[in-house]
């Protein structure tokens, strides 16, 4: 049986970036120029799970932001707000974990089993840290947050109607439980910036090039 995600990597770069740049429903802004540079070098580029990951990583951005008015339209005693809630929460974690694939990919780190890519994971900015100390700086400011979402999302799959136990519109914020609305702005704060500082990576390693072959080992392999 062959492997889904061989499956996904096989659509073009072009197909991917336009997925992107679809239209966002009425009433959902968000700003995404940040990632036009980078989005340009990788649309005629051959297919690659670098841009596979990109394209997650702001794809779910944008999935979160459309949740998110969802969940400010519903009424907090309904259904409705729980799953809109759950499913921006959700997808602001996948937002960042698509996006320590994607700084893997850029940089190339080849990570050694038992060495996954979550940009909060002290293994992950080891590696980062050699690459480039200036983002691993950025990720490091970022750490708890990094860290928290990807358990808050993880709580949003698992528990979709224990977010809020009081019924209040109050989830998990950034610094504790705040109404929805200013929770999910927060976190959304968060995730510009990480992605930000991602984006301006990987665009910094196109610019550099490949990474050498190994017939002659950087200090970085011979330290995996």
Same mark, same amino acid.
């Given at each position: 049986?062959?492997?889904?995600?061989? =499956?996904?990597?096989?659509?073009?770069?072009?197909?991917?970036? =336009? @997925?992107?740049?679809?239209?966002?429903?009425?009433?959902?802004?968000?700003? +995404?120029?940040?990632?036009?540079?980078?989005?340009?070098?990788?649309?005629?580029?051959?297919?690659?799970?670098?841009? #596979?990951? @990109?394209? /997650?990583?702001?794809?779910?951005?944008?999935?979160?932001?459309? $949740?998110?008015?969802?969940?400010?339209? %519903?009424?907090?005693?309904? #259904?409705?707000?729980?799953?809109?809630? !759950?499913?921006?929460?959700?997808? &602001? $974690?996948?937002?960042?974990?698509?996006?320590?694939?994607?700084?893997?990919?850029?940089?190339? &780190?080849?990570?050694?089993?038992?060495?996954?890519?979550?940009?909060?994971?002290?293994?992950?900015? @080891?590696?980062?840290?050699?690459?480039?100390?200036?983002?691993?700086?950025?990720?490091? @400011?970022?750490?708890?947050? +990094?860290?928290?979402?990807?358990?808050?999302?993880?709580?949003? =799959?698992?528990?979709? +109607? !224990?977010?809020? /136990?009081?019924?209040?519109?109050?989830?998990?914020?950034?610094?504790?439980?705040?109404?929805?609305? #200013?929770?999910?702005?927060?976190? =959304?704060?968060?995730?510009?910036?990480?992605?930000?500082?991602?984006?301006?990576?990987?665009?910094?390693? &196109?610019?550099?090039?490949?990474?050498?072959?190994? %017939?002659?080992?950087?200090?970085?392999? &011979?330290?995996?």
């Amino acid at each position: 049986m062959r492997d889904p995600f061989e =499956q996904r990597v096989k659509r073009t770069n072009a197909q991917l970036v =336009q @997925a992107v740049r679809r239209t966002l429903p009425p009433g959902v802004t968000l700003d +995404l120029s940040f990632a036009d540079a980078v989005l340009a070098a990788y649309e005629p580029l051959e297919a690659s799970e670098t841009a #596979l990951e @990109a394209a /997650a990583a702001l794809g779910h951005y944008r999935l979160a932001a459309a $949740a998110a008015a969802q969940a400010a339209m %519903a009424d907090a005693a309904t #259904l409705a707000f729980d799953l809109a809630a !759950g499913d921006a929460l959700r997808h &602001l $974690a996948d937002a960042v974990a698509a996006g320590g694939r994607w700084l893997a990919n850029a940089y190339d &780190l080849r990570l050694p089993r038992g060495v996954a890519p979550d940009p909060a994971a002290k293994e992950f900015l @080891a590696r980062i840290a050699f690459a480039d100390p200036k983002v691993h700086a950025a990720l490091v @400011a970022q750490q708890t947050w +990094l860290r928290d979402i990807q358990g808050i999302g993880r709580r949003a =799959q698992s528990e979709p +109607l !224990g977010l809020r /136990a009081d019924r209040s519109d109050r989830i998990p914020g950034v610094s504790g439980a705040v109404p929805a609305a #200013l929770a999910l702005a927060e976190h =959304q704060a968060e995730l510009d910036r990480y992605l930000r500082t991602v984006t301006a990576a990987a665009l910094a390693q &196109l610019a550099a090039g490949p990474r050498p072959s190994r %017939a002659t080992p950087d200090a970085a392999w &011979l330290n995996e």
